[in-house]
C-alpha cells in the first residue's frame, strides 16, 4: 500500500523534493498558498501557509503517514504543528518556535552562551529610542518574525531611525521589532543536518550584499573564501549553536558575521533548509551528501546507522542572483548555449516579461539567479553568464 505524505509548501524551491517522492511512489497531499496544476497531487488545501487551523484539520482528513516542508519558516513551522498534534516524526514545535522567531532565539542564544550581537527588543519608537544609546549606531532594525531580509534596515544615525522603525515593524506580525548592534565584517552561512539528533555543518558559504545598506545577499560562494583554520572553527561553531538552540531534526540553515578578529556572532539559524535550491541541490553538490533522501528517511520515521558519518565535501559551487536595471521589460531571452553548459545546475528569471523591473530591496524582490560549479574563478563565471542574458526594454 502507498504511503501518504503531506507536504506544505510546493513552489518551485521545492522543485527537487517533489521529484523524489514521485520515484518513491508516495500518495502525495499538499498546501500551497496558491492553486498548483501538479497532476501527481491526490489533494490539496490552498491557503496561507500561516492558517494553522486550516492546515491541521486538512492534515487530520489525510491522516498522512509522514508530514514534511521545505525552505520555507512558515511552511515549516505548520509542519512542526501537524507533526506534533498527529504524532509524527518531525521538528517540534518548542524548535519551531525558536527557529521563526528571531527574538526567542536570541534570548534561547544569550543563555546558552551563543555569541550575539547587542539587542533589544521594542514595539514603540520610544523603546527604540531608550535602546539606542546602548546599542550605538550603526544598528540594524528587523521584524521578530518576517523572512526573506524583508523589514530588514541598517540605521546609520538618527536621521532615519523613526523610517527604519516604522518600516519594520509594518513587516513584523507580532508587531515587535529587534534593534541590534551592527557588526563590522563579513556574513558566512552554514548549512546542516541534525544526523541520529546530533548537529553536523555541511556546507559553508561566504555572502556578498548588494550593498553596504541594502543587506541583501547576491552572491553566496562556496566553500568560501576563507582560511582553513577558520573555516573549521566556523563549523565547529555552528554544530554548537545549533545544539544550544535545542534543534535535532531535520535541516539547519544559520548565518553568522565574523569581524576583524574572527569573532564569530550568530545573526540567525533556522530549523530548516536555506532557499532557493540550497538544501535541496546546492548543498548535495557542495557536500556530496544526499538531503532530501535523509529528510525524506527521518520523516517517515526509519532509523538510519547509528555509526552513520558522512565524508563531507567541499565541491567549489555559486549562487549568484541578478540584478537587472529597472524599467518596463519586454523581452527576457536566455540563450540555448547557456542552458546548455554543464557548469550550470540551474538558471531562473524572476521577473516576468512586460512588468516593471524595480530596484531589489529584499530577497523576495531579486530578478533571478544562476547556480553553478566549476573549478575556476566562480563568480567571474557567474557574471558571464549574467552578461550572456539578452534584455529588451520598452522605450
Not at 524583508?150 to 534593534?179: M, Q
Request: charged share 25%; glycine share 6%.
Amino acid at each position: 500500500m502507498r504511503k501518504k505524505i503531506l507536504v506544505i509548501n510546493i513552489g518551485w524551491e521545492q522543485e527537487p523534493l517533489l521529484e523524489r517522492l514521485q520515484k518513491l511512489d508516495f500518495e502525495i497531499y499538499a498546501v500551497h498558498s496558491e492553486k498548483m496544476d501538479y497532476p501527481f497531487i491526490k489533494d490539496m488545501e490552498i491557503c496561507d501557509f500561516r492558517d494553522i487551523n486550516r492546515i491541521l484539520k486538512f492534515a487530520k482528513s489525510v491522516k498522512p503517514d509522514a508530514v514534511i516542508s521545505d525552505e520555507c519558516d512558515y511552511s515549516h513551522f505548520a509542519q512542526a504543528i501537524v507533526s506534533e498534534a498527529l504524532g509524527l516524526p518531525g521538528p517540534t514545535l518548542r524548535q519551531a518556535q525558536i527557529s521563526s522567531n528571531k527574538l526567542t532565539q536570541r534570548t534561547q542564544a544569550k543563555s546558552s552562551g551563543v555569541r550575539i550581537p547587542k539587542f533589544a527588543s521594542a514595539s514603540t519608537y520610544e523603546e527604540i529610542e531608550a535602546v539606542v544609546s546602548e546599542i550605538g549606531f550603526p544598528l540594524i532594525i528587523k521584524p521578530v518574525d518576517n523572512r526573506g531580509s524583508i523589514g530588514v534596515n541598517k540605521v546609520a544615525d538618527i536621521s532615519t531611525l523613526r523610517d527604519a522603525f516604522y518600516n519594520s515593524l509594518g513587516e513584523s506580525h507580532s508587531r515587535v521589532v529587534i534593534v541590534e548592534q551592527f557588526i563590522e565584517g563579513f556574513e558566512i552561512t552554514i548549512d546542516g543536518y541534525c544526523i541520529n539528533g546530533i548537529p553536523t555543518s555541511v556546507a559553508l558559504a561566504k555572502k556578498t550584499h548588494l550593498s553596504d545598506e541594502v543587506r541583501v545577499a547576491m552572491e553566496i560562494e562556496y566553500p568560501g573564501k576563507i582560511n582553513e583554520q577558520l573555516y573549521i572553527k566556523a563549523m565547529k561553531n555552528n554544530e554548537a549553536t545549533i545544539k544550544a538552540l535545542g534543534y535535532t531534526f531535520g535541516m539547519t540553515h544559520a548565518e553568522y558575521i565574523v569581524d576583524s578578529n574572527e569573532n564569530i556572532f550568530l545573526v540567525e539559524a533556522a530549523n530548516r533548509g536555506g532557499g532557493v535550491y540550497t538544501s535541496e541541490l546546492i548543498v548535495p553538490n557542495v557536500s556530496g551528501i544526499d538531503l532530501i533522501s535523509l529528510y525524506i528517511n527521518d520523516t517517515m520515521g526509519f532509523d538510519l546507522d547509528k555509526n552513520f558519518k558522512p565524508t563531507i565535501e567541499r565541491n567549489p559551487t555559486i549562487l549568484k542572483f541578478f540584478s537587472f536595471p529597472p524599467g518596463k521589460l519586454s523581452k527576457v531571452d536566455v540563450p540555448d548555449s547557456v542552458l546548455a553548459e554543464d557548469s550550470i545546475l540551474k538558471l531562473k528569471i524572476l521577473v516576468s516579461q512586460e512588468k516593471t523591473i524595480t530596484d531589489i530591496t529584499s530577497d523576495a524582490n531579486r530578478h533571478g539567479f544562476v547556480i553553478l560549479t566549476a573549478k575556476e574563478d566562480l563568480s567571474a563565471k557567474a557574471e558571464a553568464v549574467v552578461k550572456r542574458i539578452n534584455l529588451t526594454y520598452l522605450s
